[in-house]
């Protein structure tokens, strides 16, 4: 055979191989290769049978090349040039992703830690002077926890239990102690686990500080005696934990909920929004940190657990609270078997109810509790 042409339908060689092709076998011979040109064309001329590649690598020596071919060669070019327009469209869209994935984590796995190891003092507040009293009890895991205990002579044994809030331990609540031992209270100031003088490190919003609940009013049973009735008053996580325990526990004879969150989810999202991070991270915000935990935060919520609440309540709430909102609150209030007394507090914030709503909120207080647990007929007065 003596061809003047080959055409071959052949790879691009591998680097350091040979094409056998290469010189062409025949001298006179030319070859067109698809991995050069492209798929080639074969059409008939007046001259013969004539071959042309799409790129129009004129390795066959063809000159019967037309417009066609230089059209083809220029919507190539553009294939081209927009293949690798959208190769760096992609890239930075892809980097772009990837950075977002990656802020998106690290917002996720900060916010989770912040919620259950909110960082505690270095020195806890010091311990309350006589004629407080240091007071212990042991939870159901094995963690030691503290607080403060004060006698009211003439209180008999109704005791309020006061529960601080998130980031907080029990030196927040001083100011309400002082009021409830001027009104005849006895008071026991309590550091939740892994706050203050308490053991642990973790806080679970309720998801094991209800429980806790359950022991301390055991230890002050053992402590004050069978006379013993015991009202929470909790402060914004406080108060999801006090109504959490009083699910639990029959004992708790009433409820001070002190700024209360219907639901920790949107509460979460309000935090978020306030130092400029979407709220919309609030759910995954949550179910990471459950996961850190080991325990529900926000199930079973405040709300859901209020229709279960047949105890005398009482509700505090700062007007200008930008954390939960008043409709929050009243939503909240509506949700307990019998209306609860609301007190909303005219420019206060989510910290400061107690404070601004000053001796006329303590006496508002002090008269809720000696009518939800007034004093037995005869009591005994303790000498010491």
Not at 156 to 166: A, D, K
Not at 292 to 297: D, E, I, S
Not at 319 to 337: G, Q, T, W
Request: aromatic share 6%; net charge neutral; glycine share 10%.
């Amino acid at each position: 055979a003596d061809p003047p042409l080959i055409v071959v339908s052949q790879r691009r060689p591998v680097p350091g191989s040979r094409d056998p092709l290469d010189p062409p076998p025949l001298p006179s011979a030319r070859v067109l290769r698809t991995w050069q040109g492209g798929a080639i064309r074969f059409r008939w001329t007046n001259t013969g049978l004539a071959a042309e590649s799409f790129v129009d690598h004129d390795a066959g020596g063809n000159t019967e090349i037309g417009w066609t071919t230089n059209l083809k060669l220029n919507v190539l070019n553009m294939i081209r040039k927009s293949t690798y327009v959208n190769q760096i469209v992609f890239s930075t869209l892809g980097i772009v992703l990837g950075l977002a994935l990656c802020g998106t984590l690290a917002v996720i796995e900060w916010g989770a830690w912040a919620l259950v190891r909110p960082g505690r003092r270095l020195q806890p507040a010091a311990s309350e002077p006589p004629p407080w009293e240091p007071i212990e009890a042991t939870a159901a895991d094995g963690l030691r926890l503290r607080g403060a205990w004060h006698w009211a002579a003439e209180a008999s044994g109704r005791t309020v239990v006061l529960l601080h809030g998130f980031a907080e331990d029990r030196s927040a609540l001083q100011g309400r102690a002082e009021a409830l031992l001027e009104g005849g209270w006895n008071v026991a100031l309590i550091d939740a686990r892994g706050r203050g003088r308490s053991d642990g490190d973790l806080t679970s919003f309720g998801g094991r500080e209800a429980d806790d609940q359950r022991v301390w009013i055991d230890a002050l049973t053992l402590f004050v005696g069978p006379a013993l009735t015991p009202v929470l008053w909790g402060r914004s996580m406080g108060a999801a934990i006090a109504l959490r325990a009083a699910s639990i526990d029959p004992r708790i004879r009433a409820l001070i909920l002190e700024a209360p969150y219907a639901d920790l989810r949107p509460t979460v999202a309000t935090w978020l929004r306030a130092i400029r991070i979407p709220g919309l991270f609030a759910g995954s915000l949550l179910r990471r940190a459950e996961r850190l935990a080991g325990v529900a935060l926000h199930r079973p919520r405040p709300i859901d657990l209020a229709p279960q609440a047949a105890l005398p309540v009482l509700i505090l709430h700062g007007e200008a609270d930008p954390v939960v909102s008043l409709s929050d609150v009243r939503r909240l209030a509506s949700a307990f078997p019998t209306p609860p007394s609301l007190f909303e507090v005219p420019e206060a914030r989510h910290g400061d109810v107690f404070d601004v709503g000053g001796p006329d909120l303590a006496r508002r207080v002090l008269d809720f509790l000696n009518g939800a647990v007034p004093l037995p007929a005869a009591t005994e007065v303790r000498s010491d």
